[in-house]
Every structure is written in structure tokens, then in C-alpha cells.
């Protein structure tokens, strides 16, 4: 059975600590993984990565994808309290339907 | 820019009850759409998509239906809430040219009480 496994489940940090999210996965036929952000509502979109080894970074944020082991981390530097969030790992496969298997997300709150 | 509106944000039926929640998507044409589920401790759960009007796909058996109407509208539905179809209900769009990444709407919190 296909399968997205996100560690830890929950994570306690303080302003200005890095963190590292963790992703898993035994997805058949894989296309990508993704991560997104969901704070009270819709999940936003952070990154794609579909190739081993390269890095995607946006400010603070930074994830690369291990497509031979079958994970990806996602990393957070100097955090902030605005950081405070459900992060979602997905990964997709099949066709053009675009379908996605999600983790259970891991719950980050960092204190002030 | 793309833009996804859903609505109601909120609302609380009673068992039995029937259920409507709609999706539009702005700024793109012939996107996919999907339909998930979130509920508490439980990763997002895809229950239809579609790649074009009136072509949906079920991803688990329940007792809620999807209809795509027009290109850019998706509509959930139910006769007959259940108890267990509490949750919160995410719309989403993707372009087939992307491959797998897709947006989320607003969302709606159902009740069935």
C-alpha cells in the first residue's frame, strides 16, 4: 500500500532554533514531492521537487528530495514565531491527474 | 492569477440533511479539480477529481457525489448527511501541464450534529 510518513508529529522550538521535517514515503509510480504550509485554513504551496540532490530555497526555507532512500527534508532556519504551522508532505504519482498521497503533517510551533 | 473561492466557509446541518458546497476557479481554463477531506489526526483524503466537465472520478465509496457543471465550477453533494461526514472540505485546482502540484481554496468546516 502506497504511503507518506511525516516525523516528527509534533515539534516544540524557540525563535531563532533551525528545524529539520522529515518525509517518507513508498509511493508507486512517483512523479513528485511537495510540501505546503497550512496554518488555520487551506494548505499553501511551498515547493516541487522531482529530482534528486537539488535543493529549492525560498528565504528561511530550504527542502531537497533523496528520490534512491525515498525521503525529503524540510528545513527551516531562524525560526520565527510566524513559522508557527501544520507542514504537509505529498507525494504525487500516476498520470496527469495530478494525484497526490498526503502525510499526516507535522504540527511546528515555535515559541517566542 | 488564478484565484479558487469555495463556499460556505462554515455550517452546521443535521443528520439526514443534504449538502451542497461549490468551488469556482478564476483565471485558468480546463483546470483539474479535486475534492478532499481533512479530518483530525488524519492526513488530507481525496475523494473526487476531474479533468473535465462532467468527468469526475471517486477515490473512496461514500455516500457524497461531485458534479462539474461548468469548466471552472465543482460542486459536492450529499442526499442524506451522515455523522461521520464531519470534517473540513478542501477544493483544489491543478493544471495538467504541471504534473502534481495543486491549489487550495478557502475550505469549509461542516458539522453534521
Known amino acids: 500500500e502506497d504511503k507518506v510518513v511525516q516525523s516528527p508529529l509534533s515539534l516544540v522550538v524557540h525563535e531563532g532554533d533551525t528545524v529539520t521535517l522529515n518525509c517518507s514515503y513508498e509511493v508507486t509510480n512517483f512523479r513528485s514531492l511537495l510540501w505546503y504550509k497550512q496554518e488555520k485554513k487551506a494548505p499553501t504551496f511551498l515547493f516541487m521537487l522531482?529530482?534528486?540532490?537539488i535543493e529549492k530555497k525560498s528565504g528561511r526555507l530550504s527542502s531537497i528530495l533523496d528520490k534512491k532512500e525515498l525521503f525529503s527534508i524540510l528545513n527551516i532556519t531562524a525560526t520565527q514565531t510566524g513559522d508557527s504551522a501544520i507542514y504537509l508532505c505529498?507525494?504525487?504519482?500516476?498520470?496527469?491527474?495530478?494525484?497526490?498521497?498526503f502525510g499526516k503533517g507535522t504540527k511546528l510551533s515555535v515559541k517566542p | 492569477s488564478q484565484t479558487i473561492h469555495q463556499w460556505p466557509a462554515t455550517l452546521v446541518q443535521p443528520v439526514g440533511s443534504p449538502l451542497s458546497l461549490e468551488c469556482t476557479v478564476e483565471g485558468t481554463s480546463n483546470p483539474n479539480l479535486y475534492w478532499y477531506r481533512q479530518a483530525a489526526g488524519r492526513g488530507l483524503q481525496l475523494l473526487f477529481y476531474?479533468?473535465?466537465?462532467?468527468?469526475i472520478s471517486s477515490e473512496v465509496p461514500q455516500n457524497l457525489s461531485a458534479s462539474r457543471p461548468q469548466d471552472r465550477q465543482f460542486i459536492l453533494s450529499s442526499k442524506k448527511l451522515l455523522l461521520s461526514d464531519s470534517g473540513f472540505y478542501l477544493c483544489?485546482?491543478?493544471?495538467?501541464?504541471?504534473?502534481?502540484?495543486?491549489?487550495f481554496g478557502e475550505g469549509s468546516w461542516l458539522t453534521v450534529v
Open positions: 522531482t529530482s534528486s540532490g
Open positions: 483544489a485546482w491543478g493544471r495538467q501541464s504541471s504534473g502534481n502540484t495543486i491549489y
Open positions: 476531474s479533468v473535465g466537465i462532467g468527468q
Open positions: 505529498a507525494v504525487g504519482y500516476g498520470g496527469s491527474q495530478g494525484n497526490l498521497i
